[in-house]
Each structure stands twice: as C-alpha cells, then as structure tokens.
C-alpha cells in the first residue's frame, strides 16, 4: 500500500471510514454493514445498487452490532434469528427445523438494536432524570435538616430568654419581698424597742419609789409615816406584736409550664415533597435531547453540530504573566483564566490584556469559571477554596480538612462543584454544591479498591459523568454521577500521560497525552478512541491544557510556551 498523502494523513486525525483506501472522518455509519463511511462514501452507498437500501445514520446514532453467539446445535453457525412463538434466539439451520415449521421470525439483530436503544433510553433516565431528581430530593431532605436545625436553635434560644426573664422577675419580687420583711422587722422591733424604753422608765420609776419608801421606813423618819403618803404608778400596759406570717406559695412544675412558653408540633398533615415528573427534566437536558432527536429525523443526514472533516485554527493569544499554560477556564464572558506550573493564576481579555494576576499553590486543573461568572480556585498548601467574583473580590469558600484539593470543576447542568483531593496516599474526588456544602465522596470501586491515586485535572460530561485524568495510573477515570465506576481509558501506544481534561456538548471526552504530545477524543458513550484531534501537525507541542467554550471553541494551552490556541474541530 503507498504512503497516505498529507491530507490523507490529516484525515486520520479522526474516526477512519470503514471503505478500503479510504482515510476520511468516518463521521456516518451503516448500519447493515456495520461500518463507518465519510459524507463521499455514504453518498455513494447511497447510490450503489448492492447497499441503496441501507440504513446509514450519524456514527454516535449508529445501531450497535449483534454479539457473536454460536447455536449449541450448529456450532459453525451464529445466532441471527427470534422465533416469536418459541420466544428463543435461533440460526438460519435451526429456523428450517421441523419443531420451527409455520413460525414466524424476526431478525434478531433488529430486536437487539431495539432492545438497546430501550435499555439506552432507561440509562439515559436514570442518568438524567431519576438520579437528578433523587439527588435533589435528598439535597432537599439537607435543606430541610439545616433548616430543622436553625428553627430548633432557635426555640432554644426563645426557651432559655424567656426562663431568663422569668427568673429575673422571680428575683425582682424576692427582693421585694425580703425588703418587705427588713421593713416590717424594722418597725416591729422599733415598737418593741419603745416598749423597752417605756419599760426602762418604768423601773427606774420604780427604783426611785423603792428609795422613798425605804427612806421612810427608817427609824428616824417613822413620824413621816403618818404625814406623807406615798402611791405606785400602776405598770405601763403594752402590746404585744403579731408577728408576721409565712404564706408559702403555691405552685407546680404545671404552673411554670404555663408561664413558660413551649414547642408543640402543629396539628397539620405533612405535605409530600413534590417530585418532579420525568416530562419537565431540566432545561439543558431538555435541550440537549431535543436536539439530538431533532438531529435524528433530519433526513440529509445533518445534524446541528458533528465533528469537522478538519481542525480550523482561530485564534491565538499570548498570555502575559505566566511562563507555560498548564490549564485554561474560560468565563462565559468570554475571558479566561490561565495557570502555570509555578502557581501563577492570571486573567485576560478578549485581546490577551492582563487584567489581575495571583500567586497560588494550586495543582494542574486547579481552577473553574462558574455558571455565576466567577471563578473558584483551590490552594492545596492551606488546604482552601476560594472564590474570585467579578469585581475581583477574593473569598474563602470551602475548607477541606485534612485533604489537599488539586483539582476543581464546576458543573454546567446544575453548579455542583467537584474537587479532586488527596491525602496520606489516598485520594478521592468530593462533591459539594453551589453553596459549598459537602454532599458526596467517591473514593473506592464496588470490591472496595481506590479509584484514584492523584486526580490532577477533572470535567463534567452532559450526562452527568465524572472523568479525571490521573497522572499516576496513566489513566482516565470516567464514573457516573452516583460514584459507580463506568470504564477507563489508557490510550492508544505502549505509554500514556494524561494531562488537561474536558468534554464537549456533545458528550466527547477530550484529553491530553503528554506521551505522544496530542489530544484524544472520546467517543461519547463507552469512552472509545475516536481521533487524534490535536497533533504536532496543527501547531502545537506538548499539549497540557483544554477547555471547551460555549461557543464550541476548543482552547490548547502548552508547554515552554504562554501561548493559548484556539480551534474550531465541530461543525
């Protein structure tokens, strides 16, 4: 075979066509055929007497081929066949037996492309509409649980003031009331103390009198017997005081229940928490299904976007302030941030203007533009969070403990904030919402083994996929949103280095292998090799960074360069 010429070279770039010496974007497939054609080929398997009535279809709608399976009783034959009566796979030799005679068959190719296209669309629910839902349920059950909490906190608090105003008119009266006693003793014992006085007079009364008599009764003086007469004052009457009574008071635990406030569930029935019907799924996956059904009808085979037949350059910047570009986050503004391997995070403008600059000590993918316009970044040193806003105010949003955050992403369909960390020889990916609350960790597979070792750059898929690229298991790890391991990718040669990670509207998986100095991309539902997208070949070396934008642009960053490039690959 002669040597492909530069432009089929080119071509390989991407999935090749299925037809022998041809090396276009196989980007349409035939499903009777089972294999990848380009628009030149399809057009002429279109026209071709042999395959004009082959149902050719986009590749990522292509019906997948039936697995080999030999009948027991012919084993040189394979299973083809559905017999509806006997309700049993069958080949071609067994459908002529005796005990098949009048049944009817079905190609069981075609109930298996139907059978999947079911089971696709059941995963395709759960991936989008009943994981979603119970997630948002349960975020909901954590409001509900922050919020009982707040209220509780909060009657506490009403309980404690109010028993505290009551014990301070509990003192107030005791005062009083012991201030009362002090007056009341006061004037008694003023009273009796007058009684005293009244009783000292008395006596000395008495004792002057008792002089006088005994003055008389002298010898000498007997003669005044008869002249003086002498009378005693009768004893001064006093009274004698009541003394205060005690009246205890009267009162029960009842009765400071009722002086007290208290917290009573109301008699109401609880509401059921609305969940939400699988017709009205949010209004990205909406979209996204309507166009990829809008994309199936059309019968010219176009679809709003597919992958190109080549890779367009344009635009280049130049990015002040850093030495290499080790990732790229692109802010809906159309700005971006870069970051290189020395912790420089800076933003530019449209024009490749510096507009801010800071010193972090981040990881690879370090760094994510939120739906809100801001931009989040992590500091693995001080083990934060933090959170730039539009008017270049720098927070702290999340601590994360004891774990060392090296990657960050923030999700386009609901905000989530996912966070590659490790610790101690572990790692682990952390799930937290927009408001920064913790809500999932996915660390270990089903038989308990780690998934990660060091996720340094993670992404999102539409379906709701997570994909890291791990730079010590050369691997890129796509689990689903629940955490459930799904596949992996090791690339295409003897070694492979994955770096920078994104994916795309249409669910491709686009990673940089620092090995071969290219971007792969991924085939959207099993994670296969498609195309080398991005080669020595457009320009760039020693790939680290991507990023896609909401105009479909994909953003390189590379190595020993501060050069950002930016390509058109969908059309």
């Given amino acids: 075979m002669s040597e492909p010429s530069d432009e089929q070279a080119a071509m390989q770039h991407y999935l090749v066509c299925g037809t022998e010496d041809c090396q276009k974007n196989g980007q349409f497939y035939c499903n009777a055929c089972h294999q990848p054609l380009c628009e030149q080929c399809r057009d002429k398997h279109q026209k071709s007497p042999n395959t004009k009535n082959h149902e050719i279809v986009l590749y990522r709608h292509r019906k997948h081929q039936l697995p080999v399976e030999l009948c027991q009783d012919h084993p040189t034959r394979n299973k083809e066949l559905f017999c509806r009566e006997c309700s049993i796979p069958l080949c071609s030799k067994c459908s002529i037996m005796k005990e098949h005679i009048g049944h009817v068959f079905d190609d069981l190719e075609e109930i298996y492309a139907d059978i999947y296209a079911v089971w696709q669309g059941e995963f395709s629910k759960i991936q989008k509409y009943f994981l979603p839902t119970t997630n948002d349920l349960k975020s909901d059950i954590e409001e509900d649980v922050t919020e009982i909490k707040k209220i509780m906190k909060s009657f506490r608090a009403s309980i404690k003031a109010e028993a505290e105003s009551l014990k301070n008119l509990v003192d107030e009266v005791t005062s009083e009331s012991i201030e009362n006693t002090h007056t009341m003793e006061k004037t008694l014992l003023k009273m009796l103390k007058s009684q005293e006085t009244t009783y000292d007079d008395y006596i000395t009364y008495l004792w002057k009198m008792s002089d006088e008599f005994q003055e008389y009764l002298s010898l000498t003086n007997k003669k005044l017997l008869f002249t003086k007469t002498l009378k005693i004052q009768p004893i001064p009457e006093t009274i004698k005081p009541v003394p205060p009574e005690f009246i205890a008071g009267r009162f029960s635990k009842n009765d400071i229940t009722k002086l007290l406030g208290n917290v009573n569930v109301p008699n109401r029935k609880p509401e059921k928490r609305k969940i939400q019907p699988i017709e009205a799924e949010s209004a990205h996956m909406k979209s996204t299904e309507k166009q990829l059904e809008q994309s199936k009808e059309k019968s010219d085979m176009k679809q709003t976007l597919s992958l190109s037949s ?74 934060v969070i933090y959170r730039i ?75 709701g996929d997570i994909c890291t690229s791990d730079i010590n298991t050369k691997k890129v790890m796509v689990v689903n949103k629940s955490g459930h391991h799904r596949l992996y990718y090791t690339g295409q040669g003897s070694e492979f280095c994955p770096f920078g990670i994104c994916t795309d509207v249409l669910g491709h998986i686009l990673v940089c292998d620092m090995a071969s100095n290219t971007v792969h991309l991924l085939e959207e539902q099993e994670g296969e090799f498609l195309a080398v ?24 960053g590379q190595y020993f360069t501060n050069t950002v490039t930016v390509y058109k690959y969908l059309q």
């Fill in 310 to 383: 080549s890779v367009t350059k344009v635009r280049e910047y130049s990015v002040p302030g850093v030495n290499s570009v080790y990732h790229v986050s692109v802010e809906k503004s159309g700005r971006f941030w870069v970051s290189d391997d020395r912790g420089s995070l800076v933003q530019t403008d449209l024009q490749g203007k510096l507009l801010q600059k800071i010193q972090t000590s981040g990881g690879k993918g370090y760094h994510t533009a939120t739906q809100d316009g801001d931009l989040i970044y992590t500091d693995r040193d001080k083990k």
């Fill in 389 to 463: 806003t539009q008017d270049r105010k720098i927070t702290e949003f999340i601590k994360t403990g004891g774990w060392k955050p090296i990657s960050i992403h923030s999700s386009r369909i609901n905000g989530d904030i996912l966070v590659g960390m490790y610790k101690g020889g572990e790692a682990k990916v952390t799930r937290y919402n927009k408001a920064g609350k913790e809500i999932q960790n996915i660390q270990r597979d089903n038989q308990g083994q780690g998934l990660y070792s060091n996720p340094h750059y993670i992404t999102e898929k539409i379906n």
């Fill in 533 to 556: 997208i991005i080669s020595p070949r457009q320009g760039i070396n020693h790939p680290r960074g991507v990023c896609v934008d909401d105009e479909n642009n994909l953003y390189v």
